[in-house]
């Protein structure tokens, strides 16, 4: 894949989330948020590299990741499980709908790589003031 494709391929933002956000409250945001999964989906489907901004369109600052199709999917089972803890009454207001959309997709969010038993006494030295 050229320079210019992957260019291409992080600098994409949905114009639909653009249109939802603030716009009819949290529903239409997590429509839009679907609307993004599914284009996604659409996209990996056609073999391309997709980078999901985990920010706010409205933010400056942007956080780019990779995902794959089992992370979108993860993602649609908890919009799915967000709307129906909803829907039931139950659940608090940070795991609703209106959660940011950094928290929504938290699943997407790379994991750090475990630490090899030397990195991690040399981080439990540090951590308790002992000599290395």
Known sequence: MTTSAVSAALVWESTVTKAGVGSGGPLTTTAALLRECIDWLERLERG?????????????????????????????????QDLER?????????????????????DLVPKPAPLSPREERAQLHRQFGLDP
């Open 86 to 106: 909803q829907a039931a009454g139950g659940g608090s207001q940070r795991e609703g709908p209106g959660t940011s959309r950094r928290d929504r997709l938290a």
């Open 48 to 80: 391309e590299l997709v980078a999901v901004n985990l920010r706010e369109s409205s933010e400056r600052e942007t956080e780019y990741v990779p995902v794959d199709r089992a992370q979108v999917r993860v993602v649609l089972q908890r919009i799915a």
